[in-house]
T-cell receptor
Framework: SQTIHQWPATLVQPVGSPLSLECTVE??????LYWYRQAAGRGLQLLFY??????ISSEVPQNLSASRPQDRQFILSSKKLLLSDSGFYLC???????????FGNGTRLTVT | KQEVTQIPAALSVPEGENLVLNCSFT??????LQWFRQDPGKGLTSLLL?????REQTSGRLNASLDKSSGRSTLYIAASQPGDSATYLC????????????FGKGTRLSVIA
C-alpha cells in the first residue's frame, strides 16, 4: 500500500535561518507531488507541484524553493526564513488523476 | 480561472441530524471532484472522489453528488455524530492530473452531543 512520510512534525526556527522539509512517498511510482501551506484561519495555498524528477512548478513568488531529487522525494527549502513563513506545511501526492490526493500529516512551522 | 466556493463557512448541528455541505465551481470542465476532511492540526483525509462521468459516490454515512452542468456538488452526512466534527473541503481537478486541484476554503462542521 502507498504511504507518505513528512517530517519533522513541528519546527521552531528563528528569522533568517534556513529551512528544509522533506516528504517521501512509498508504494507508487512517478507520482505528482505537491507542497501546500495553510496559515492560521486561512485556506490551503499551493506552493509548488512536480509531475516528474527535476520538474517543479511554482505557484507563488516567495523565498521558498522546492526540489525533487528522486522520483518519490520532494523537498521544500528556504535560505532565510521570514516571520510570514510560519504556517502548517502539507505534502501531498496523487497518480495522474486516477487516485485521490493523499496528504501527509503536515509540519507545523513557527518562525520566531 | 477555476474558483471553488463552499457555503456556509461554518455549521453547527445537533447530533443525529442529517446535513448537507455545498460546493460550487465556476468552470464545469472538470476531470473529477474530491471531498476531504481535516481535523484540527492534522493533514487532509480523502473522503470521496467523483469522476466527471459519475453522478454520486457513497461511503458509509457519506454521499457526495455531482452536477457538472450547474457547477455544484453536495456532501450529505446522515445521522451526524460528534466524531464528524471537522473541516470539510472540496476540490476540483481540471484534467487528468498535470494541473493541481483547486480547493475551496472549507466548511467547519460542529456536531453537538
Amino acid at each position: 500500500s502507498q504511504t507518505i512520510h513528512q517530517w519533522p512534525a513541528t519546527l521552531v526556527q528563528p528569522v533568517g535561518s534556513p529551512l528544509s522539509l522533506e516528504c517521501t512517498v512509498e508504494g507508487t511510482s512517478n507520482p505528482n507531488l505537491y507542497w501546500y501551506r495553510q496559515a492560521a484561519g486561512r485556506g490551503l495555498q499551493l506552493l509548488f507541484y512536480s509531475v516528474g524528477i527535476g520538474q517543479i512548478s511554482s505557484e507563488v513568488p516567495q523565498n521558498l524553493s522546492a526540489s525533487r531529487p528522486q522520483d518519490r522525494q520532494f523537498i521544500l527549502s528556504s535560505k532565510k526564513l521570514l516571520l510570514s513563513d510560519s504556517g502548517f506545511y502539507l505534502c501531498a501526492w496523487m497518480v495522474q488523476g486516477y487516485s485521490p490526493l493523499h496528504f501527509g500529516n503536515g509540519t507545523r512551522l513557527t518562525v520566531t | 480561472k477555476q474558483e471553488v466556493t463552499q457555503i456556509p463557512a461554518a455549521l453547527s448541528v445537533p447530533e443525529g441530524e442529517n446535513l448537507v455541505l455545498n460546493c460550487s465551481f465556476t468552470d464545469s470542465a472538470i476531470y473529477n471532484l474530491q471531498w476531504f476532511r481535516q481535523d484540527p492540526g492534522k493533514g487532509l483525509t480523502s473522503l470521496l472522489l467523483i469522476q466527471s462521468s459519475q453522478r454520486e459516490q457513497t461511503s458509509g454515512r457519506l454521499n457526495a453528488s455531482l452536477d457538472k452542468s450547474s457547477g455544484r456538488s453536495t456532501l450529505y452526512i446522515a445521522a451526524s455524530q460528534p466524531g464528524d466534527s471537522a473541516t470539510y473541503l472540496c476540490a476540483v481537478l481540471r484534467n487528468s492530473g498535470n494541473t493541481p486541484l483547486v480547493f475551496g476554503k472549507g466548511t467547519r462542521l460542529s456536531v453537538i452531543a
